[in-house]
């Protein structure tokens, strides 16, 4: 006599052998979930990163060098600070003024040939013996005027030299520390400036000695004109003496 108990396993165990078999499948892991190192394409991206990046050095290599060359175009465009024109033209001004200033006979053409043909050029045989006395004096006074005026000149550029040693010093400074090309050359016109005025003080002192040793001679050689003359006179028979009447003692 079976009993419940026996029942029941007897109903499992048949369930069990009739029941279809299932399969043990093994656990599969999402595709999305893996993790997967390929080294090739790891070495392409670094390549490509350090492309990237040496580009990027090339671009503000480049920038950089743009900007300097921005910044020295800016040097060579700016001006010099320091200009000596109004100095050397005031130098140039006291020179000429000291030979406009000359006395008698002035640096001008038409002048001189006007006194010159008056005063020495052939004397008359009709002239006074006191014009010709008093053309001596003026002559004698334009020689003098002359040494003096070519002592003033001299003594002017002499001035000038104080104020030349001064703007040289400084040009000299500015073209030294000149930052830009036009810097460097504006500092050179200027002491092609200076060395103008230099030249025209030298020139005026040699017109002013020039003139001063003109005038010597031109009278040297008008005093023995009118000394010829004057032996002339002496010499020619007159109409000897002729008495006349003289009065002595308020009669």
Known sequence: MSTPKTRRHAL???????????AILPLVTPAHALIVFDPSNYAQNVLTAARSLQQVTNQITSLQNQAQMLINQARNLASLPFSSLQQLQQSVQRTQQLLNQARNIAFDVQQVDKIFQQQYGDISLSTSDRQLVADARSRWQNTVGGLQDAMRVQ???????ETNRSQMSALVGASQSATGALQATQAGNQLLALQAQQLADLTAVMAANGRAQALSEAERAAAAEQGREQRRRFLTPGSGYQPSTARMFNQ
Do not use: S
């Open 155 to 161: 003594a002017g550029v002499v001035g000038n030299i």
């Open 12 to 22: 499992v165990l048949a369930v069990a052998l009739l029941a279809p078999p299932i």
